[in-house]
């Protein structure tokens, strides 16, 4: 037993190519499930669909559980927030034949976990120059497009009649960039007191993170590497020293041809 969790820990963690490869093909399945829950949040549940969800919902169970019992601090691997949109989506996934309620935006939040799970950012960060000159702006990406899917596939749930379709999934995207980039087209308006609330939501959040994907975008591109003298974390692609300490530094790098 320990040999095969020393096996499973080397392909969450390790660094050959087998890790690498397995650990992109979690990504490329997670990158899958969200595209098949934003494409199935305004269809009609059927027979098929309920048991390609609790398939979806055991791989990510046990996803779940071969990274809980590989890691090192169990209390704290329970409260990442990709942890809880996992536990959110296993429990939309299968519980939802039990419940009424539609809970298809639940499982836009396996997104959460798009970037920040399986050491996606150190293996990108060493691999990839692209990524270490602009992942703030791929993040704060990341971000604002879960962002926009969770809410639009609430707007769905609370706004329009169970099953409208396609069409009302649209209206939804529509209302919710329409209040994001504060442009109020009033056309399409809540009414309630909930649905007035969630709209100051939508504002409120969805700007913010706007603003952070235009500030990631046009700022002067920095490298996240923390100096081991003064703890500063953004530094130019090319330094040799830290701005701020002048203490050496050793930004990883494959070179100008990546050999």
Known sequence: MEELQRQVRLLYTGRSKRARRFRYGLIGFDALTI???????????????TGLNAALG???????????????????ELTQV???????????LLLAPFFAANLAFLRILRGLRL??????????????????????????????????????SLVFVLAFE??????AYVDAL??????????????????TPGGKLL?????????????????AMFQPSKIKYKCPSCGL??????????????EPLKIETEGVNGD
């Open 199 to 215: 709209s100051v939501f939508i504002m409120v959040v969805g700007v913010a993170l706007f603003v952070r994907l235009a500030r």
């Open 233 to 246: 974390n953004r530094h130019d692609p090319d330094a040799i020293h830290c701005k701020h300490c002048g």
């Open 162 to 167: 169970e099953h409208a379709g396609p069409a």
């Open 35 to 49: 595209l098949y829950f934003i494409v199935t949040a305004s269809l009609p549940v059927s027979a098929w669909m």
């Open 82 to 92: 990709y942890t809880l949109a996992d536990l959110a989506v296993v429990g939309s």
């Open 115 to 152: 970037i920040h799970s399986y050491h996606l950012l150190r293996d990108l960060r060493r691999e990839s120059v692209l990524f270490r000159r602009h992942e703030d702006a791929i993040l704060a990406t990341v971000h604002l497009f879960v962002f926009v899917f969770v809410t639009t």
């Open 174 to 191: 529509y209302f919710t960039v329409a209040t994001l980039t504060t442009t109020g087209f009033g056309d399409i308006t809540m009414t």
């Open 58 to 76: 055991l791989l990510i169970l046990l996803d779940f559980t071969a990274r809980l019992w590989i890691s090192e601090n169990r209390r704290r």
